[in-house]
């Protein structure tokens, strides 16, 4: 598309260090601005999820985002971003996105999400969470594990996250801090999940589903199930159903040869797409996990169905976002109706069961968010090397030679002089370097402002100085120390 490269981030150096307090709350509009920037590159995340915002309005938004294979571009575009991630799935909508221009990154993104429903512009705005810098790494490391989903622990956000790094990927909007967040937050989760109970039991939204299905239908060994949809998900819903020894079970597929695959592989029956309908005037429970992005099953064409069925009740589950059964069919008598909102209760109990879990889930994630951040302040090392050699010469040959050469009255002065002055700038690079790798890989780094603040006067005060430097004024220290300071910003910002 002809963008620059990503360039690496810029960090502020002030005496004190750097400071980041995270984001406070925006007055009016329920968005998040960052106290203290980080760098001159924030990284972001705006989204919409089941806490924030109503299912209908979710649907509005995610219809926009439906075909993603064409949405990446127009959307990166607009935003005019550096990059650009987009996980959307059933309970959440969330666009990560690093920018240097921040504000008017946030606009484009509004713009283009409500781009279409004028009358639901504030809607969106008091909806949407708007999380920046240090919140947004949180938020991210939050998610990747599944404490932040409506089923605490859930294992699907991993995979869905994974798959949203893979497209952006593809799409070529992923190359610089994103990604490196990512890779971060999936090794965040792996950790959660290995080292905690977050994940103990079988707590998946196929396993919510089946729990909502026997609150509402009874046991269902004996009931008449008909599963919509053979994605991934519609085969872990049929996973946990035969597990549980549910013996009449039909499948349907767009996709017949993957409808038949699953059939063999489970044991049960698969049935055309073109004529699942007809199936429902002898089912009992009826879910769909279908992708369609439409209705398929529409009020008036329920209700034909419900007169065959002589008064018999119906459970449908709707678990698509959006959602593919007519809302109107629960007022259908005999018609029970349930989306992915009613998973919220059954999700919600796992909560007292997971307390201690969580809170050592949620150490982890400080001490991963706060490992990142420093890793964020702390530049490549290996890309600084030719840099930092430059900036040495420049501080102290550049400083050194035109006082010294006016005192340096025979040829092998100066050559004793040139000498030390390499030999003087080849020890404080390498010091320096140490000093560097030393701080990018200390699990408790400092403030990277204080990087150098001792260095010339631990390290100089040692350097063992030939006599024709040693008869150099006494504020010499000083005066490189000086110009030292005056090229940090310089040497820590690689582009």
């Known amino acids: 598309m002809g963008r620059q490269a990503f360039p690496r981030i810029v960090l502020n150096f002030n005496a004190k260090g750097c400071n980041n307090r995270g984001s406070k709350k925006r007055k009016g509009d329920g968005r998040r601005i960052a106290a203290t920037k980080l760098t001159s590159m924030t990284i972001a995340v705006l989204g919409l999820n089941h806490k924030s915002s109503r299912l209908e309005f979710r649907e509005a938004i995610q219809r926009k985002l439906e075909d993603i294979e064409n ?14 991630v987009i996980l959307s799935t059933c309970n959440r909508i969330e666009i ?5 221009h921040f504000e008017k990154t946030v606009q484009e993104i509004e713009k283009y999400l409500v781009s279409g429903h004028a009358d639901s512009v504030q809607e969106f705005r008091n909806s949407y969470y708007l999380f920046q810098d240090e919140d947004a790494i949180r938020h991210c490391f939050t998610v990747a594990p599944g404490l932040d989903s409506m089923i605490m622990g859930e294992p699907e956000i991993l995979g869905q996250m994974k798959k949203a790094f893979q497209k952006a990927r593809e799409k070529g909007t992923l190359r610089g801090s994103l990604m490196r967040l990512f890779e971060k937050a999936f090794q965040a989760a792996k950790e959660v999940r290995s080292d905690t109970d977050i994940g103990k039991g079988a707590i998946g939204t196929a396993s919510v589903s089946m729990a909502l299905a026997q609150k ?7 009931k008449s199930i008909l599963v919509l949809g053979a994605g991934s998900f ?9 597990g549980n020894r549910c013996r009449n079970i039909t499948v ?5 040869e993957r409808g038949q695959e699953l059939a063999d592989r489970y044991a049960i029956r698969t049935i055309s797409f073109s004529n699942w309908t007809e199936h429902l005037a002898g089912t009992d429970l009826f879910i769909s996990a279908t992708t369609q992005p439409a209705i398929i099953l529409s009020a008036s064409a329920l209700s034909g169905i419900m007169s065959k069925r002589k008064e018999k009740p119906l459970c449908l589950i709707d678990l698509a976002v959006p959602r593919t059964i007519d809302p109107e069919v629960s007022k259908i008598e005999g018609a029970h109706l349930y989306n992915i909102e009613d998973l919220k209760g059954i999700g919600y109990q796992n909560l007292k069961f997971r307390e201690n879990a969580m809170a050592q889930a949620y150490a982890i994630i400080h001490a991963r968010t706060k490992t990142f951040l420093m890793g964020l302040q702390i530049p490549d090392v290996a890309a600084l090397v030719p840099k930092l050699n430059q900036m040495v010469k420049e501080c102290v040959y550049d400083e050194l030679w035109p006082a010294l050469e006016p005192h340096l009255l025979s040829a092998d002065e100066r ?5 030390a002055i390499c030999q003087l700038e080849r020890s404080l690079a390498h010091k320096i370097l140490m000093r560097m790798k030393m701080l990018s890989s200390d699990e408790e780094k400092p403030v990277a402002g ?34 030292f300071h ?9 582009s």
């Not at 349907?252 to 017949?256: D, E, N, Q, V």
């Open 252 to 256: 349907s597929s767009r996709w017949k």
């Open 96 to 100: 990560y996105f690093a920018t240097p």
């Open 415 to 419: 050559r004793t002089a040139e000498e």
């Open 216 to 222: 509402v239908c009874g046991s269902l060994q004996e």
């Open 234 to 242: 519609g085969e872990k819903l049929i996973t946990h159903l035969v």
């Open 71 to 84: 949405v990446y571009t127009p959307l990166f575009q607009a935003a005019d971003c550096e990059e650009l």
């Open 486 to 494: 005056e090229k940090l910003p310089s040497l820590m910002t690689v």
């Open 450 to 483: 204080t990087l150098f603040a001792n260095l010339f006067q631990d390290e100089l005060s040692q350097f063992s100085m030939p006599d024709v430097l040693k008869q150099y004024p006494g504020d010499f220290f000083e005066a490189v120390r000086k110009r």
